[in-house]
């Protein structure tokens, strides 16, 4: 029997597991929470210019949202660029892609098993930022009930959910990244053009953003998705951000990951 | 464009029938490499092995054992291929291939870049292949090595073919004569002009003569004559012209003749 997706999928995972820059993506995920905990330990100050930003002192709850409202436009897409923009072109820059293409594998499971890796890398990166927020975050400021955006208090176990169900919705622009640094790993073949690429892409959509008269498209940008998660951390939930979200990321991210396919299906696999 | 990796403007390939543009099945009992093996160099070279041996699926994981054996990387197999020589690279993608338990071997320049015990490894190894009943395809511009290791050649000038058969009907179509030295060359030159079966009677270009003989007999016959006549032959020996020799000939003459033309439209458009 030919192998099958699940066995490049799953050799994708080990060869990411073997590379450094893996580990510099995961190791960012979950350093950074622990630095911003010891530091508000150590200052005893609280971030209140941000939304939960005066409640990190009162629960650890709170820690992961204000990470989030911190890191969601830059720091997470570059965790994730780290890895979507060197899934191809490492292949490319190792002259690898001639090695596995004459196998018995046919090209479009090859891009299914890199598009999965890139996209459980992107998951694992968020779910250790939440862990690692939220250990960190309880032993500092404890395991309490937190002030939803509404003004409502909500219980510590009930919080605990809209934690992460906010992260989960956070991971849909973050996916978006995931194939647009697919995108780029696949058309620039070189892995630094299609980090930044990918992290310039995301910086240039927030920029647009501020432009003035151009108000009417924020709905529509990929860096409005960044905080749609918001809408889960309100009495009642306000699904609109959360449902806008899916389908405009939607319109970014399958043009991206069709795009890439195509590339990598159609594309010579020559020597330099 | 074989093994399904670049698309051909013009043409089609088959291998056993099959065509690799469309499906991998079609290089089923087929493996090689194209230019330099590569791998994963922070990978080990027997977890690249499993990795491909994944990739193929079916018994290929439990051929590694003896394909390390066979190139002699067994006791290198856990270090990682960044570490490796290029010479063990070549090797470890002789392994790859032999996963796959192949019918046809592609090897495009195996001995590029090693050293003389790596190229004389390299070609052991190839000949055991070959030993074995395996059809191997070398690409090189290697001459001396496809000299050396091919039965069958195929010279290939812009794309196209422009020699395809055994070594030996290369050699033999292209002649290669005699040369013969003798202790006066003016008399030789007398008697061979006269002897049947002997033409194509020239200078040497390092002295002494040469010719082409119609046979063995026809030289033994022009050897007897000249004894008699009083010219003592100092060497007479046949000119075997070298695949580099023939190379040359069928790609570089085809290129003159193409410029051959342009004289002629330039006094046509005078």
Not at chain 2, 183 to 198: E, L, P, T
């Amino acid at each position: 029997m030919n192998p099958g997706t699940l066995t490049i999928y799953r050799w994708e995972l080990r060869k990411l597991r073997a590379q450094k820059r893996t580990y510099l993506g995961l190791g960012a995920a979950a350093l950074v929470p622990i630095i911003f905990v010891v530091a508000l330990v150590v200052q005893g100050e609280s971030p209140n210019e941000v939304a939960f930003g005066k409640y990190v002192h009162d629960t650890g709850l709170a820690i992961p949202l204000v990470l989030l409202l911190f890191g969601a436009v830059w720091m997470f897409p570059l965790i994730t660029a780290l890895v979507a923009g060197d899934i191809v072109a490492s292949e490319d820059r190792n002259q690898t892609l001639k090695t596995i293409l004459t196998r018995s594998v046919e090209r479009h499971q090859v891009f299914a098993g890199k598009a999965l890796a890139t996209f459980t890398y992107a998951i694992a990166a968020i779910v250790l930022t939440g862990v690692v927020a939220l250990v960190a975050g309880i032993m500092a400021s404890g395991f309490d009930s937190i002030i939803s955006l509404s003004g409502t208090r909500v219980s510590a176990m009930e919080g605990l959910g809209l934690v992460w169900a906010s992260l989960g919705v956070y991971l849909i622009p973050i996916l978006t990244v995931a194939c647009i640094g697919l995108l780029f790993s696949t058309l620039f073949r070189n892995s630094a053009a299609a980090i930044v690429g990918t992290l310039m892409f995301s910086l240039l959509i927030q920029l647009i953003g501020i432009l003035p008269g151009l108000e009417s498209l924020h709905p529509y940008l990929l860096s409005t998705q960044y905080n749609a998660w918001q809408g889960f951390l309100r009495s009642p939930v306000d699904w609109d951000p959360i449902v806008r979200a899916a389908w405009v990321c939607s319109l970014y991210a399958l043009p991206a990951l069709a795009a890439a396919a195509l590339v990598f299906l159609r594309r010579d696999v020559a020597g330099d | 464009m074989m093994l399904g990796l670049i698309r051909p403007t013009a043409g089609s390939v088959r291998l056993f029938g099959r065509d690799p543009q469309t499906t991998v099945a079609a290089l089923e009992g087929v493996a090689g490499f194209v230019e330099a093996p590569s791998f994963y160099p922070y990978l080990s070279g027997l977890v690249n092995l499993e990795l491909l041996g994944s990739f193929d699926g079916g018994e290929a994981k439990q051929r590694i054992p003896e394909a390390l054996e066979t190139v002699g990387l067994s006791d290198r197999a856990k270090d990682k291929v960044g570490a490796y020589s290029h010479g063990m690279r070549q090797r470890l993608g002789i392994a790859a291939a032999l996963l796959r338990q192949p019918r046809l071997m592609l090897l495009d320049e195996p001995a590029t870049g090693l050293d003389p015990a790596g190229m004389r490894d390299m070609r052991d190894l190839i000949r055991g292949l070959s030993a074995q009943g395996m059809t191997v395809l070398l690409s090189s511009h290697l001459l001396g090595e496809v000299e050396e290791l091919c039965n069958r050649v195929a010279i290939v000038r812009k794309g196209g073919v422009a020699y395809q058969g055994s070594l030996a009907e290369l050699k033999r179509q292209a002649g290669g004569g005699y040369l013969l030295r003798t202790s006066d060359d003016d008399v030789a030159r007398r008697v061979a002009a006269a002897q049947a079966g002997i033409s194509e009677l020239r200078a040497g270009v390092e002295g002494g003569l040469t010719f082409d003989a119609e046979s063995d007999a026809a030289v033994g016959a022009l050897s007897l004559a000249l004894t008699e006549s009083g010219a003592l032959i100092t060497e007479l020996s046949p000119r075997q012209a070298s695949l580099e020799d023939l190379f040359f000939k069928l790609t570089e003459g085809e290129a003159d003749k193409a410029a051959a033309p342009q004289p002629q439209l330039a006094e046509r458009a005078a």
